[in-house]
C-alpha cells in the first residue's frame, strides 16, 4: 500500500534478489534507474531507456552490475518520495546508526517539464547524511563486466569494460581510491557522488544540494499542472509522476515499462523486453494525462504516433523511442534473469507480428488529435485513408491479437473492434473536415462491423460475448476494453453479460483477474502467468458504465491498496502471495490508477466520461 511515510522494515531477499516491491523509480526523460531499498541500484540502461544497461542486477546479482551505497550490518530501511518530485529518499539502519540516502537523475537548472524537449543533464547523484549515531559507509560501483578507474578532475573515470562508446566520470566530495571505497561517517557527516556521462568539465561546479534542490523544483512547478479531484488522490499524484518517468521527454513517446525480463512468472519463459512505445498505449494514456491536467504530454504523444507512422509507411504495433524499427529480439546467455528466471531478452520478436488493432489505435490518435487542436495534412490523410480501407478487409484475417500470442493466431473479437473503431474514427474525420475519401462507405462498415461483433461473437450457451469472431464460448479480458474504445457501450445487455463472465470465469481472487485460460485460448507459450493487473482496472470501468458506482468503488480502492509502499504497481501480481510479477513499474497499471479514478470522480460528480 502507498505510504507517503512508511516505517521501516527489514531488507529481505527472494532467492538473493530484491522483491519488486522494494524498490524505486527516479528518471529524468531520456533514461531510468531502481534503487533498492537495501541502498543498491541494481538496474540503470545508459544514455537511453533502451540501451544497453550499465547495472542489471536485477537480472543477475553475480554479473549484472550495480551501484550501491549503503552502511555495513545493514538491519532495516525504508523509502519515500520527495513530494510531488522523483527524488527518491532511502533511510538505512545499521547497527550503529542511520543514513540517509538522496537519489535523483538530475534536471537541468530551470527546466520546464511541460516542454517536449529534453531536461536531462546526464548525471546520477546519490547523497548520502548520518542522521545519528556513526556508520561504515559502503561504496560499490559495479559496471556489468567490470571497469576500469583512473583519477581525472576531482574524481575518476571510469571506462566499463562493455561499453567502450561509454565515458563515465565520478566525482565526490571525499577521496575515492577506486571504484570500491568504505567511509567511516559520523552524525551530521556526508557523502555526496555525482556519476555523469558524456559530461567532463574541469572547473564544472560541484554542489549536491543544488542539484538535487534544482530537480524537485522542477518537478513541483510540472505538478502545479495536475488537476483531479477524486478517490485515491495521493496515488494518482504519483502516478502521474511515474507516467512521466516512463515518458522520453525529447520525442514524446512512453516505453511499456523501463525493464527488460522482469519474468511472470518467476521460473517461466514470459520474459520480455518493454523498453519501447507501443501504439495501443497511446489512446489509453493520452485519455489518463489529458483529464488530469497534462495536456502538453498528451499532445505530444498523440503527435508522436502519426510521426511514427508516417516515417514507417505501415503500421507497426511498436517502434523505438524515436519512431524507428524496434531491434531483434535476442537472448543473453549470460544472464541468469531475475531469481534465475531465464532467458534473458534484448529487442522485441513481437514488432513485427499481424495486430489489427493498430489500425484502430492510429486513427484513434488521429481523432483524439483534431481534438486537441491539431491539424491533418493532406500526405497524413491520404495514409490514414489507406489505413481505413485496410481496416475494412482486415478483421476477417487471423492476427496475434492485443496479447500477441505466439502461435499461428485466430481472428479475435478485441481486433475486429479496433478495426471497427479505426472505421468510425476515419468517417467521423472525414465528415467533420469535409475531407476526400470513402466516408459514406466507413460510416456504413463501422455500423455493420459492431452488428457483426455482437452477432458473431455472441455464444448463446454460454451467455458471453468470445475471445474469438467465431464465438467458442472462451472469453477474454480484453472483451471489457470494447466500452473503452466506445464499440459497445457498457450498459449493453450483452456487453453486461460479458463483464460478468469475465469476472467470474477469469477470476484469480480478491478482486484479480487473469487475461485468459491459457486451456480454453492457447497462445503458444508454455505455462501460465499472474493476474494482469489493468484488466482489473477495465472491469472497473465496466462497472461505472453500468451505474454499480459502489462496486466500482470498492474494487478500485482494493487494486490501489496493492501498490508499493512508493506508490508503484508492476505488469501482473502473484494471486496467491500478492507479489508483483512482470515488468516494473508498468505504465499500463498506472494509467488503470489515473484512468479510472478520473471515471470514477466523474460519475460520482454526475459527469460523461
Known amino acids: 500500500m502507498h505510504e507517503p511515510d512508511p516505517p521501516f522494515r527489514p531488507v529481505r531477499g527472494r532467492e538473493d534478489y530484491p522483491p519488486l516491491e522494494d524498490l524505486g523509480l527516479i528518471g529524468d526523460g531520456a533514461t531510468a534507474a531502481l534503487v533498492g531499498l537495501d541502498g543498491s541500484i541494481p538496474w540503470m540502461c545508459l544514455p537511453r531507456f533502451d540501451s544497453e544497461p550499465l547495472f542489471c542486477g536485477l537480472l543477475d546479482r553475480a554479473r549484472g552490475g550495480h551501484f550501491t551505497l549503503a552502511p555495513e550490518e545493514l538491519v532495516e530501511a525504508r523509502q519515500r518520495y520527495e513530494p510531488d518530485t522523483g527524488v527518491l529518499i ?28 529534453p531536461a ?7 547523497s548520502a547524511v548520518v542522521l545519528d549515531g556513526h556508520v561504515r559507509l559502503r561504496m560499490d560501483l559495479e559496471p556489468r563486466g567490470g571497469g576500469q578507474a583512473h583519477a581525472l578532475f576531482s574524481g575518476l573515470e571510469v571506462r566499463p569494460s562493455r561499453r567502450p562508446d561509454l565515458r563515465l566520470h565520478l566525482r565526490s566530495n571525499r577521496p575515492l581510491a577506486g571504484l570500491h571505497s568504505t567511509h567511516d561517517l559520523r552524525q551530521g557527516e556526508r557523502l555526496d557522488l555525482v556519476l555523469a556521462w558524456g559530461r567532463f568539465h574541469r572547473h564544472h561546479r560541484f554542489d549536491a544540494d543544488a542539484m538535487l534542490q534544482g530537480t524537485a523544483d522542477a518537478w513541483r512547478r510540472w505538478m502545479q499542472h495536475f488537476h ?5 488522490e495521493p496515488l494518482v499524484r504519483r502516478s502521474a509522476i511515474t507516467l512521466k518517468l516512463c515518458d522520453d521527454w525529447a520525442n514524446g513517446s512512453l516505453v511499456a515499462a523501463p525493464t527488460s525480463s522482469l519474468p511472470a512468472p518467476i521460473g517461466g519463459i514470459r520474459n520480455w523486453d518493454y523498453r519501447y512505445a507501443w ?13 488530469i491536467g497534462f495536456g502538453g504530454e498528451a499532445d505530444a504523444f498523440l503527435g508522436w504516433v502519426l510521426d511514427a507512422f508516417e516515417y514507417s509507411r505501415r503500421p507497426r504495433i511498436m517502434y523505438a523511442l524515436d519512431g524507428s524499427p524496434v531491434p531483434d529480439e535476442v537472448e543473453d546467455a549470460e544472464l541468469e534473469g531475475y531469481r534465475r528466471s531465464a532467458p534473458v531478452r534484448w529487442g522485441n520478436g513481437a514488432a513485427d507480428q499481424r495486430q489489427h488493432d493498430v489500425y484502430g489505435e492510429i486513427l484513434d490518435c488521429a481523432d483524439q488529435w483534431l481534438r ?16 481505413a480501407d485496410g481496416a475494412e478487409m482486415a478483421w476477417r484475417q487471423p492476427d496475434q491479437g492485443i496479447w500477441e500470442v505466439r502461435n499461428e493466431g485466430r481472428a479475435f473479437t478485441y481486433s475486429a473492434a479496433m478495426c471497427q473503431v479505426a472505421l468510425d474514427r476515419a468517417a467521423t474525420i472525414g465528415e467533420r473536415l469535409g475531407l476526400p475519401g470513402k466516408i459514406a462507405t466507413w460510416r456504413a462498415s463501422a455500423d455493420e462491423l459492431r452488428r457483426i461483433i455482437l452477432d458473431r461473437a455472441w455464444n448463446e450457451e454460454t451467455q458471453t460475448l468470445s475471445v474469438y469472431l467465431d464465438g467458442g464460448g472462451a472469453v477474454d479480458a480484453s472483451l471489457l476494453a470494447l466500452p473503452l474504445r466506445q464499440v459497445v457501450p457498457a450498459d449493453h445487455p450483452r456487453m453486461v453479460a460479458t463483464a460478468t463472465a469475465v469476472a467470474e470465469r477469469l477470476s484469480a481472487g480478491n478482486g484479480l483477474l487473469y487475461r485468459y485460460l491459457h486451456k480454453e485460448s492457447p497462445d503458444g507459450l508454455a505455462g501460465d502467468e499472474g493476474a494482469f493487473v489493468l484488466c482489473s482496472f477495465w472491469l472497473v470501468d465496466n462497472l461505472i458504465g453500468q451505474g454499480r458506482i459502489e462496486e466500482a468503488e470498492e474494487l478500485y480502492a482494493s487494486l490501489c ?28 497499471s498506472h494509467i488503470g490508477i489515473t484512468a479510472s479514478g478520473v471515471n470514477l470522480a466523474r460519475a460520482k460528480a454526475g459527469v460523461n466520461a
Open 90 to 117: 532511502t533511510e538505512l539502519r545499521s547497527a550503529t546508526g542511520l543514513v540517509r540516502v538522496t537519489d535523483a537523475l538530475v534536471l537541468r537548472s530551470g527546466a520546464d517539464l511541460t516542454d517536449d524537449a
Open 561 to 588: 491498496a496493492r501498490a508499493s509502499p512508493l506508490g508503484l504497481l508492476s505488469e501482473q501480481i502473484d494471486p496467491s502471495t500478492g507479489e508483483f510479477m512482470g515488468n516494473f513499474p508498468q505504465a499500463f
Open 279 to 291: 501504439i495501443r498505449d497511446a489512446a489509453f494514456a493520452v485519455f489518463a494525462l489529458r483529464r
Open 120 to 126: 536531462d543533464r546526464g548525471e546520477l547523484v546519490r
Open 372 to 387: 486537441s487542436g491539431g491539424d491533418i495534412q493532406p500526405p497524413l490523410w491520404a495514409s490514414l485513408a489507406k489505413l
Open 228 to 232: 483531479y479531484a477524486g478517490p485515491e
